[in-house]
Each structure stands twice: as C-alpha cells, then as structure tokens.
C-alpha cells in the first residue's frame, strides 16, 4: 500500500492541472518529486530553498493575489520553526492556504528530535480558524486533501503519516464517525492510532469514535455518544497527549465527565529507533492501549507518560 504521502504528489499534481488557483510552496524537502509538474506550472510551483519562514511568506503572499496556496515540507519545519510566519503572514492578515505537513510525531525517528514534532496541533490551537486534519489512511489523506483544497480561503493543516490504518473509514472533513457502540465508556481514536485501539479494546463494553478532523471539533456527536456509553472518555491521539482534552471539556461543559488523554509523552526518547517502537514507548500499541483504558473505566490510576 502506498503512504499518504506517496498519495499526495500525484494528487496534487492533478489539482495543479485542473485548477488555476492552485500553487505549491516548498522549501526543498519534496522538490524531486513535483519535478514535471514544475515544468507544466514553472508560476505556480515555487521551491524557495530550505528558507521556511519564507516559505509561508510567499505562500500568504499567493494567497493574497486570490491563489490557493499548498505549503508542504516536514510537520517541524511547516508549524514550529516558521510559526511566526503562520501566526502573521497567515492568520494575521487574513490569508488562507493548506498546510500539508509530514513526519508526523516520530516517523522520521532516526532524524533525530529536530524531524519530530508532537506538539504541532498543540501550537495550531493557540491561534484563531484553522480546520485540521489527521487522516489515518491514504484513502482518507486524497480525500481531506481535496476538501481542504477546495475549501474556500480556509486556512487548513492536513497532517499526513507514514503510520497508516488497514482500512480507510469515509471521511467528510467534519464529522466523528461511530465505528463501535457500548454502554462502559467513550474512546476517540484521531487517525492513525486507529487499529491500535479497535484491537486494544476489543470485548470492551465501549463506544469507539474515529476522527480525521479534530479541528473543529465535533462536539455533537461526542455529546450523542456520551448520552448513551456514559461519561468516561478516552482520547487517543497520535501527537501531544491530551491535546484536545479542552475541546472535550468545552463539548461537555454541561455534563460531569472524566477525561483520559492517551498519546505521545512529553519526555523526549533520545534512543531514536523506529516509529513502531516509539508507538510502543508512548503505550500507543495495543497492548498498552486496553491495559491503561481499563484501568481508567475501573476507576484504577493510569500511567499516561
């Protein structure tokens, strides 16, 4: 099967095609790839060298002449080293545009802390209007890629992983969709981590919810699922965990609740290794994924990292 990332160049390369409006900024990383379609569209795909501040400076600049800019390297040097420029360039002036990032939290693990970022969506909810997506399937990575594309002036983060589910869940760019109905519990799986948990507890009594859009948060269906499986609720997400533990909060406002936040530690694991062994030392497999949600429904203590 295919990355979502191997996904995105062929399919944006069609968007490019199809739509005048579209244009890519990047900032080498990817540059070999989008080769061709460089030469089809040398006005609207811009490599500006590894200068990612200016990366997001041009891409706001686009934006503001009426294109719909796609900006793309590594999420660490897409939100954290450029987030002035995201902060300002973007949200400050008003400009849309569609940031897809790879890398994820650790996929790039022997590149070291620098290739990591789990705190990417943590730093995007400091600021204002960002729809984001965290699709767990390339399926799913072409069709939010679409939807954020053709998303008006939006400003959209499209978060793909070389981690990838099974099988795709359809997706819409909005809705929590309930892959499994309980009456013990609620637990939120964000996009990849998603067979982890189905595998992690099944013969649970639990409702699983499956998101790909955590931003705006779908607070409805959270609300649905409460009313019927009770108020206990796991989050489990594929960066910094408890990240959207606030988003939960403010959905159940008027509903006592407990919350557990399941996902990438903040201790930094300096022995790099594979994704799949820091999946496992941040308990994201699914061993340690039933162990700390049980304990968390039979009101024992859980070890969050």
Not at 216 to 224: G, I, S, T, V
Request: avoid cysteine.
């Amino acid at each position: 099967m295919d990355t979502m990332r191997d996904r995105f160049v062929p399919v944006l390369s069609r968007l490019l095609d199809e739509d005048p409006r579209v244009a890519l900024v990047l900032a080498e990383i990817g540059a070999a790839a989008f080769e061709d379609t460089a030469l089809r569209h040398p006005d609207r795909v811009i490599n500006v060298g590894i200068r990612e501040q200016l990366m997001l400076g041009v891409g706001a600049g686009l934006a503001l002449t009426g294109l719909r800019p796609v900006i793309h390297t590594f999420a660490s040097f897409l939100v954290e080293r450029p987030f002035e420029q995201v902060k300002l360039d973007l949200g400050h002036q008003g400009a849309g545009a569609v940031l897809v990032s790879a890398g994820a939290s650790f996929d790039v693990s022997s590149g070291g802390f620098t290739h990591m970022a789990p705190g990417d969506i943590a730093l995007l909810d400091t600021l204002d209007g960002w729809t984001v997506h965290v699709p767990g399937h390339p399926d799913e990575a072409e069709a939010l890629l679409r939807h954020a594309v053709g998303a008006g002036d939006d400003k959209v983060y499209v978060r793909l992983s070389v981690r990838s589910n099974t099988a795709a869940v359809p997706v819409d760019g909005s809705r929590l969709r309930t892959l499994r109905e309980g009456r013990s519990g609620v637990v939120v799986a964000v996009g990849p981590v998603l067979d982890a948990v189905l595998a992690g507890t099944e013969g649970l009594d639990v409702t699983v919810l499956y998101a790909t859009t955590v931003r705006p948060f779908d607070a409805a269906a959270l609300r649905h699922a409460v009313a019927a499986a009770g108020t206990d609720v796991v989050l489990v997400e594929p960066y910094l965990a408890g990240t959207s533990a606030g988003a939960v909060t403010e959905a159940l406002a008027e509903v006592p609740h407990r919350v557990l936040g399941l996902g990438v530690g903040r201790r930094e694991l300096r022995r790099y290794g594979s994704p799949e062994e820091h999946a496992a030392a941040h308990g994201l497999d699914a061993g340690a994924l039933r162990e700390r949600i049980g304990a968390f429904l039979a009101g024992r203590a859980v070890v969050t990292g």
